[in-house]
């Protein structure tokens, strides 16, 4: 059984309500306080390069008013070259793609990326004639919603409790220095592929 959803977005919410380290503060009418915080992670090729012309971003944006989370989302965006010898990558549409986050070497939380676009290059850039680019991505994000909050995954979904058995839906709880490495996972042997690594830092 997949734990209650809402358990897990109401502890999310108040783990960032209370671990939230505001980058960006200005003062509201009648004392309320808005602050934003965000997190980025550039990820880039690593763990022996088997697709080194991969790249990708991850990034944690928190809004919070007098103290009180307002939105927290996370997304992760991966580009792969189609095809992929390293990553075994024929066809994008069948690649499971997968952004584990850590923390002190133990992991905490992961996210899988869904397809969002193929684009064949034209003949007037650095990827060279007909070259062809596949873009996955995760999109999650709690909102508060008549002062209950909300989940949507419009895109992907992340796993935020790896200890419990089944999916616990929700937003990763990202600081910074917190590791995202990103892998394909090969759907026969469910043996893993890490490929882009990168750390989170606040902006």
């Not at 697709?51 to 991966?78: H, I, L, N, Y």
């Not at 200890?163 to 937003?171: C, K, R």
Request: hydrophobic content about 35%; some cysteine; overall charge negative.
């Amino acid at each position: 059984m997949i734990r209650s959803t809402t358990a897990v977005i109401a502890a999310s919410f108040l783990a960032a309500a209370v671990l939230a380290a505001p980058s960006v503060s200005s003062a509201k009418k009648g004392g309320d306080k808005h602050a934003k915080t965000e997190l980025t992670a550039h990820l880039a090729p690593c763990c022996g390069t088997p697709e080194p012309d991969a790249e990708g971003e991850a990034e944690r944006k928190t809004m919070t008013k007098s103290s009180v989370v307002q939105t927290d989302r996370f997304t992760a965006e991966v580009v792969i070259p189609v095809p992929s010898t390293g990553l075994g990558v024929t066809d994008p549409t069948k690649a499971d793609i997968r952004l584990v986050l850590s923390r002190a070497d133990t992991d905490y939380a992961e996210c899988t990326l869904r397809l969002d676009d193929i684009e064949t290059e034209g003949g007037d850039d650095d990827e060279g004639d007909g070259a062809t680019r596949a873009e996955f991505q995760v999109k999650v994000g709690l909102v508060m919603r008549g002062g209950t909050p909300v989940l949507k995954h419009p895109k992907g979904q992340c796993d935020v409790d790896l200890s419990t058995a089944d999916v616990q839906p929700g937003v990763p709880d990202v600081k910074a220095g917190d590791v995202a490495t990103v892998s394909v996972v090969d759907p026969e042997t469910s043996t893993r592929t890490p490929f882009l690594q990168g750390t989170f830092v606040q902006d």
